[in-house]
């Protein structure tokens, strides 16, 4: 059964194939403002639908009424799919390249077979666009700055990207005499692991002057927009960044909106009605006289609507509404400032840039009490795997560094977990060590049955080890591993095994979805920072993000424990 934002996108793209069909527009219209009125019902869509009440909202009449029951009921839809075969699915894009209306589409698909926009370039490359009837060479190359448009606007940016591109300009909003308060919100706020583009909020008398001041910021490249309420600008990076702006009285409410996530808000939306409120971005207001409900502060939302507060991290309904109704939202989740350790860094000796004392003093400095040397093993050959003769002398190192630095240096290794799932290194060696992490890096692509056997064995080895960058994942570039995961979380919990929340932004693995469930297992964590040179040690953050994200508590976490606390969870021996 498809819930309602399944439904809404499909209503959309009925909208768009029509438009694109050239049908009256206030058909078209009606698809998108059903959508939109879809995604904001309160409550359980199968109830309503059973009931025949959806038209008791504005925005869905008869017609669409029909249309939605019949996708709710039967995941499907004739007209979408009579419009789907009757059209390219590569027009869809075609209607979001910016000034290419539906009726230049249908010119160009009859004239030249555009049935998407890779077409679409090449055809304005080989100057055949400007031949078409209507067109010109001035409009080809308008089409073409579009699809360079339409390029940029569709890549998500990954988190750390995306956070580098925020902190600069955070500061230079906050730099301006006439900013009260200014935060970051959107998808980056949720610490999601790519973002679409940067929202940015900000309380200020004077949203005229702030367009201004965030045009003046050098990274900004061109203005796209800019009015009483904000300002839309794109940076030189290609990141586009939404600025709102409301008085400070607004502040709380605004943020909250713009922080989404969508989600989140339909569902607290609904709440904010049953209790007598409308809740929205312009703030939370008494449906009986019409009154403000005074907000200091973004958690005032939630107290009224008689709530715990909701992290940031947790707001995507994932169960997080109801928890905090009830008061059992976790007050203790893992923070930056809980970590203890650095676990899962690479030196020298392997494919890291630093030596064992520069990551051991940055990792100090950081205030960490303890630091796993954990270098590749030597089947990595790839990544200078470290064979035994290195692994004495690495040992040696270790001894004569721990005499000048505070923080504890534990010897380890990043194992490869073999094809048949034994690990690399003799077990007598394994057992030396302080602490093992256990990752595939080889044969990613067997097949489901045997990468799971593969794991299963790996994690019921009798020694402890914990279970490296699970997923495999690379976001953006590379697919998890065929792997039935529940599987392995199961021999996990029966053995003596952790899993590692990874905080290289390219992997953040494992990730939240899978951390809930092994959560449910009573599976132990470490927050990890995968570093290959000192700067990789900022990748904490990025883990306990991820951690949170999992609803991960501190006690759940192996490296919040003091060293020698740690140091016995892990013992592989
Ligand atoms: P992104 O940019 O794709 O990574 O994800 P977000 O969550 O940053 O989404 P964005 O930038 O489109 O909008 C920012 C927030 O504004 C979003 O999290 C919730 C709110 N918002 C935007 N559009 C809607 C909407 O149509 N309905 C509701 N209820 N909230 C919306
Ligand atoms: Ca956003
Ligand atoms: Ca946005
Ligand atoms: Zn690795």
């Not at 209790?275 to 005074?294: I, K, N």
Request: overall charge neutral; hydrophobic content about 45%; some cysteine.
């Amino acid at each position: 059964m498809l819930d309602k934002f399944a439904i809404a996108k499909a209503l959309r793209e009925v909208g768009l194939l029509l438009e694109v069909k050239g049908e009256n527009p206030f058909k078209v219209r009606a698809y998108e403002s059903g959508a939109r009125a879809l995604e904001d019902l309160p409550g359980d869509l199968a109830a309503v639908v059973a009931a025949g009440r959806l038209t008791e909202t504005r925005g869905i009449g008869e017609a669409l009424a029909k249309k939605i029951a019949e996708l709710h009921r039967t995941g499907r839809l004739a007209l979408l799919e009579e419009l789907r075969a009757e059209l390219p699915p590569g027009v869809l894009d075609l209607l979001q390249i910016p000034d290419l209306g539906p009726k230049k589409i249908a010119a160009l698909r009859a004239a030249l077979g555009i049935a998407g926009v890779e077409d679409l370039k090449a055809a304005c490359l080989s100057g055949r666009v400007r031949a078409v009837k209507g067109f010109g060479e001035r409009s080809e190359q308008k089409i073409l700055e579009g699809i360079r448009r339409w390029e940029a606007r569709d890549a998500r940016l990954l988190l750390s990207v995306a956070l580098e591109g925020a902190e600069p300009l955070l500061a230079h909003l906050r730099a301006s005499p006439q900013v009260q308060r200014a935060d970051v919100a959107g998808s980056l706020r949720r610490w999601k692991e790519t973002v679409g583009d940067l929202d940015l909020v900000a309380a200020s008398d004077h949203p005229a002057a702030l367009a201004d001041h965030l045009a003046a910021h050098p990274p900004v490249a061109e203005v796209m927009a800019r009015g009483e309420a904000g300002s839309r600008v794109r940076l030189a990076s290609g990141l586009q960044v939404d600025l709102r702006v409301a008085p400070a009285a607004g502040y709380p409410a605004l943020l909250h909106h713009l922080t989404g996530s969508k989600a989140h808000h339909v569902r607290l939306r609904g709440l904010a009605r049953d209790r007598g409120y409308t809740l929205s971005e312009w703030g939370l207001v008494r449906l009986a006289d019409g009154q403000p409900v005074p907000l200091g502060e973004e958690a005032d939302v939630y107290r009224a609507l008689g709530m715990q507060w909701v992290p940031p991290e947790l707001r995507e309904d994932q169960g997080e509404v109801e928890a905090a109704l009830e008061g059992r939202l976790p007050e203790d989740l893992v923070r930056a400032e809980d970590v203890r350790g650095m676990v899962h860094c690479h030196t020298q000796y392997s494919d890291g840039r630093a030596s064992i004392e520069e990551m051991a003093l940055a990792a100090e400095a950081m205030g960490m009490e303890y630091l796993t040397i954990t270098d590749h093993s030597p089947s990595a050959a790839y990544a200078g795997g470290v064979r035994l003769d290195r692994l004495e002398r690495q040992w040696e190192e270790i001894e004569r560094v721990q005499e000048r630095v505070r923080v504890r240096l534990l010897r380890g290794t990043e194992s490869d977990i073999l094809e048949d799932g034994s690990l690399d290194y003799p077990d007598a060696v394994l057992e030396r060590m302080d602490v093992v992490i256990a990752s595939i890096h080889s044969r990613m692509k067997m097949g489901e049955e045997e990468m799971t056997r593969r794991l299963v064995r790996a994690m019921r080895l009798p020694l402890f080890k914990i279970w490296g960058h699970a997923s495999g994942r690379l976001l953006g570039e590379r697919e998890p591993y065929a792997c039935r995961v529940e599987e392995v979380l199961d021999a996990i919990a029966a053995s003596r095994a952790a899993v590692e929340v990874n905080g290289d932004p390219h992997r953040l693995d494992l990730e939240p979805r899978w951390i809930r469930l092994a959560r449910e297992r009573g599976i132990r964590f470490v927050v990890s920072t995968d570093a290959h040179a000192v700067a990789g040690l900022q990748n904490l953050r990025f883990a306990v993000a991820t951690a949170r994200r999992g609803w991960l508590r501190r006690a759940e976490v192996l490296n919040t424990l003091d060293a020698g606390g740690f140091a016995r969870a892990v013992r592989p021996a």
